[in-house]
């Protein structure tokens, strides 16, 4: 069974920097995966921050442009996300995620992690 686990959230102050990681085990399929970041505040519904495909090609948030990377490490099944200039609205759980490539013609996967709470204050 694929598990992810996040790390690295915290409380920062408003222009601060924070690092997230999230680590794959149980035998990922990393190499036919997207691996993203998402965050849900209260109140709201989970949205996408980021996402890093197979091939490395990323997507973002556009709030979050210019101020979060997403980036992975294949041999250590791990994602990354490095996010700076933090605002007291990026203030929410950041959950990782795992999912199979729209190429893939295998059987669909989707996992996610518990979710790592980040809190930016003002």
Same mark, same amino acid.
């Given at each position: 069974q694929v598990?992810l686990? %996040?790390?690295?959230?915290? *409380?920062?102050? +408003?222009g601060?920097?924070l690092? *997230?990681? &999230?680590? +794959? $085990?149980?035998n990922p399929p990393?190499s036919?995966?997207?691996?993203?970041?998402y965050?849900q !505040? @209260?109140?709201r519904?989970? /949205? =996408?921050? +980021?996402t890093? #495909?197979?091939g490395?090609?990323t997507?973002? %948030?556009?709030?979050?442009?210019?101020?979060? #990377?997403? $980036?992975r490490d294949? !041999?250590?099944?791990t994602?990354? =996300?490095?996010?700076?200039s =933090?605002? @007291? %609205?990026d203030?929410?759980?950041y959950? &990782?995620n =795992?999912r199979n /490539? @729209?190429?893939?013609?295998g059987?669909p996967?989707?996992y996610w992690?518990?979710? #790592?709470q980040?809190?930016?204050s003002s």
């Amino acid at each position: 069974q694929v598990q992810l686990v %996040e790390s690295g959230g915290g *409380l920062v102050q +408003a222009g601060g920097f924070l690092r *997230l990681s &999230c680590a +794959a $085990s149980g035998n990922p399929p990393f190499s036919i995966s997207t691996m993203g970041w998402y965050r849900q !505040a @209260p109140g709201r519904q989970r /949205e =996408l921050v +980021a996402t890093i #495909t197979s091939g490395g090609m990323t997507n973002y %948030e556009d709030s979050v442009k210019g101020r979060f #990377t997403i $980036s992975r490490d294949n !041999a250590k099944n791990t994602v990354y =996300l490095q996010m700076s200039s =933090l605002k @007291p %609205e990026d203030t929410a759980v950041y959950y &990782c995620n =795992l999912r199979n /490539e @729209p190429w893939y013609r295998g059987s669909p996967f989707n996992y996610w992690g518990q979710g #790592t709470q980040v809190t930016v204050s003002s």
